[in-house]
């Protein structure tokens, strides 16, 4: 059913491999274990919660970078802890996803910041990254730019409450 996930994550042979199967922006993260669909494409998804303090209500902001004399540039967004107060940047497009990861936007990496308010309360994240790529494909765009396979998703989706509230093209 999943073996699209299972090649793009590479874990064969774990009995609990859907557990670690997560794009590295979701590090700083408690993760749910992963619900894979075929629709409309390939997609992965995953509930958050807090790595500190196990809270699963938070608040979301985004990351914005502002290059000197230029216009701001929102790349990203953060999510902040309802329990704990705990604030860890979810996705930045400079550096994650298929055009982030493999550098394409690097001419773009001034620093950021967590700064508008996406969200006023709090409520539940879900994250579901897309692949439009054949899995043997990334696999081996993967293999020539030492990027893992499941990094290289193509669009992001944030939701809070159950409602989507950003999303970004990724390549
Ligand atoms: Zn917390």
Redo the contacts with the bound molecule.
């Keep these: 059913m999943t073996g699209w996930l299972r090649r793009l994550f590479g874990g064969a042979g774990s009995a609990d491999w859907t557990r670690g199967a997560r794009p590295r922006c979701l590090a700083a993260f408690t993760i749910s274990a992963a619900r894979a669909s075929e629709r409309p494409v390939r997609t992965l998804e995953r509930d958050l919660a ?1 790595a ?4 699963v209500a938070f608040t979301l902001t985004s990351h914005v970078r502002r290059p000197a004399g230029e216009e701001p540039d929102e790349t990203g967004v953060a999510a902040t ?6 604030s860890e940047l979810l996705f930045d497009e400079v550096v994650h996803g298929y055009d982030g990861e493999l550098g394409h936007w690097s001419h773009r990496d001034h620093p950021g910041v967590p700064e508008d308010p996406i969200t006023s309360a709090g409520g539940s994240v879900t994250v579901a990254f897309t692949y439009n790529v054949e899995a043997d494909e990334l696999a081996q765009v993967g293999r020539d730019g030492g990027v893992a396979p499941i990094d290289l998703f193509d669009w992001i989706e944030v939701s809070h409450g159950g409602r989507i509230v950003w999303e970004r093209e990724c390549a």
């Design positions: 807090c500190a303090c196990e809270g802890c309802e329990e704990c107060g705990r």
